[in-house]
């Protein structure tokens, strides 16, 4: 099973306007970490947001906010007031375990957003 | 602060050749992390060095290999190219290797194999 889904392989929003990016995870693991990251064209991941799967509130970054749901195991990024700048790939990754072990991160497949005027 | 820095930006090789790639971590992280993303198959963990030791590879052959340095800097080495190899790859680092820690990523090589 994948364990992380992004069933949304791109996205269309205007200016302005919010969007949000699915992302539904799969794990067995009480202790994980999510985060979100953007790829633009250039290549390089930039870090955008995280959650923790034993915090209470929703995280939020400025414009970036994750909608947490844990029952439902999905961790939507919210981006409101989008800016032509915001067009990018963006990925939703985990990370398992408490400490150490499996340090890896697991990203899915990615988004493709396109913000037009 | 400095982030994540690689080197080289783009890397040209024939199959058969070796290839090395450099990473430098943020000052104060002891994690490394090296990623390839190539088309069509997504981000796929390769190699995780933490504390001059390599912690935990992903699904790769043996011919992909590196080392940690004593100032935490890594090299991905990648012997007997061969033309599947052709991808970004991605250095991270992280301040320790909880699954609470970001893991912020350099810029990437882009290696092409003719």
């Known amino acids: 099973a994948q364990k992380i889904t992004q069933t949304q392989p791109g996205m269309f929003v205007q200016e302005k306007e919010a969007v949000t990016l699915d992302c539904t995870y799969d794990?067995?693991?009480?202790?994980?970490?999510l985060f979100w990251y953007k790829q633009p064209s250039s290549g390089e991941m930039i870090f955008l947001i995280y959650?923790?799967?034993?915090?209470?509130q929703n995280a939020t970054e400025g414009r970036y906010s994750l909608n947490f749901q844990k029952a439902r195991k999905s961790a939507n990024l919210v981006i409101s007031a989008s800016q032509l700048g915001d067009s990018a790939m963006y990925f939703c990754a985990m990370r398992e375990g408490a400490t150490g072990t499996a340090s890896k991160l697991t990203f899915g497949t990615g988004t493709r957003l396109q913000v037009t005027l | 602060e400095a982030g994540v820095t690689q080197s080289p930006t783009h890397l040209i090789k024939t199959r058969g050749q070796q290839a090395t790639l450099r990473c430098s971590p943020i000052?104060?992280?002891?994690?490394v992390y090296w990623y390839q993303q190539a088309l069509g198959l997504g981000l796929q963990f390769l190699l995780w060095y933490d504390e001059g030791e390599e912690r935990n590879r992903g699904n790769f052959p043996p011919r992909f290999s590196g080392r940690q340095f004593p100032n935490y800097s890594s090299e991905l080495n990648v012997n007997a190219l061969e033309l599947e190899d052709s991808a970004l790859y991605l250095c991270?680092?992280?301040?320790?290797?909880?699954?609470?820690?970001?893991?912020?990523f350099g810029p990437g090589t882009r290696l092409t194999v003719l």
């Open positions: 991270a680092s992280s301040l320790r290797a909880y699954s609470t820690d970001t893991q912020y």
């Open positions: 000052s104060g992280h002891t994690s």
């Open positions: 959650q923790g799967s034993y915090d209470q």
């Open positions: 794990t067995s693991d009480p202790s994980y970490g």
